[in-house]
């Protein structure tokens, strides 16, 4: 009966893997690996190219050095090339640099896709770097003899998919490997906070912890991702918990439906989980309702308590 369907024996839902069938649905996530080596192949091809390395123009004080009009700069935006907040985010500055940053996106960016959708994917992950410039900018303003370089790098992009993830995921449980090597278990929220604390450790002692490392724009992309989740998506995402949930929800949250014991089990499947369950399939997850969510949460709760 209920407790044989498969979103019930699974902890969280997931949008079909293939629309239609027979071809593969397209990923932002793998979208987002494939730009990010072919710029990295461009980097390596076209090393002496002024779009990524440093180079002189003309301004009405005489030559000025200016980073590249690709990398993330002071100099650059004070010369107006705004897109850099956004081409940055495609550049990296060696091979572990790249492969870190892909594997973190790779392993956090499936998820949370499947669970919001491609577009708010897309903006969650430009939003989460733009945030993470505009922090490490305002950080080399104040501090330009710390912080004062260019910034290559889709680091406050994964950041913000760690936040996102944990925000949908509080309580999931992961397993870390600390130098690729050392096996480390944690929930989803613990990684989290370890990542605010280890960048804001960063921030303050910059010279000891990871030098040359944007901390700013690991802890902007954070809070850019977490932000997302909050505020902007909508609905009421009943599987966030914990201290996570913001306060005033958890006090002021309301049932949508009765208790499940008021309701013939078979009779509520058939008129309230069945519909959910093909909407889900059809149009995937991002497009069910606060109350569906409500209806699928609480016959999950009352299948564990039955």
Not at 7 to 33: A, C, D, I, K, N
Not at 103 to 114: L, M
Request: contains cysteine; neutral net charge; glycine residues 10%.
């Amino acid at each position: 009966m209920l407790e044989d369907r498969d979103y019930m024996r699974q902890p969280e839902y997931h949008e079909p893997r293939w629309t239609p069938r027979f071809r593969p649905r397209w990923s932002w996530t793998v979208g987002f690996l494939i730009a990010y080596a072919a710029v990295f192949v461009a980097e390596r091809c076209f090393p002496g190219s002024n779009f990524f390395q440093g180079h002189s123009i003309f301004t009405k004080d005489g030559l000025e050095m200016v980073p590249g009009y690709l990398p993330l700069s002071t100099a650059g935006l004070a010369h107006g090339f705004v897109w850099q907040l956004v081409t940055y985010q495609f550049m990296h500055a060696g091979w572990v640099h790249l492969l870190m940053n892909s594997w973190v996106i790779y392993v956090f960016g499936r998820e949370v896709e499947s669970q919001i959708g491609g577009k708010k994917f897309l903006a969650l992950m430009i939003s989460s770097g733009i945030v993470g410039g505009v922090f490490q900018v305002l950080v080399a303003l104040v501090w330009p003899q710390y912080f004062g370089g260019a910034v290559v790098g889709a680091s406050a992009c994964a950041f913000g998919l760690v936040a996102a993830y944990a925000m949908i995921f509080p309580e999931r449980e992961l397993t870390m490997l600390i130098l690729f090597v050392i096996p480390v278990h944690m929930r989803a929220k613990t990684l989290l906070i370890g990542s605010a604390v280890l960048a804001l450790a960063g921030f303050a002692f910059h010279d000891v912890i990871m030098p040359g490392v944007a901390h700013a724009a690991h802890l902007g992309g954070m809070l850019m991702g977490w932000f997302f989740v909050r505020n902007i998506m909508q609905g009421d995402w009943s599987r966030l918990g914990g201290f996570l949930h913001p306060a005033e929800q958890r006090s002021s949250r309301r049932p949508a439906l009765e208790p499940l014991e008021k309701n013939a089990e078979a009779g509520f499947v058939e008129s309230e989980v069945d519909p959910i369950l093909d909407k889900i399939s059809a149009h995937g997850l991002q497009s069910l309702t606060p109350r569906e969510r409500n209806i699928l949460e609480n016959a999950r709760k009352h299948i564990r308590h039955s």
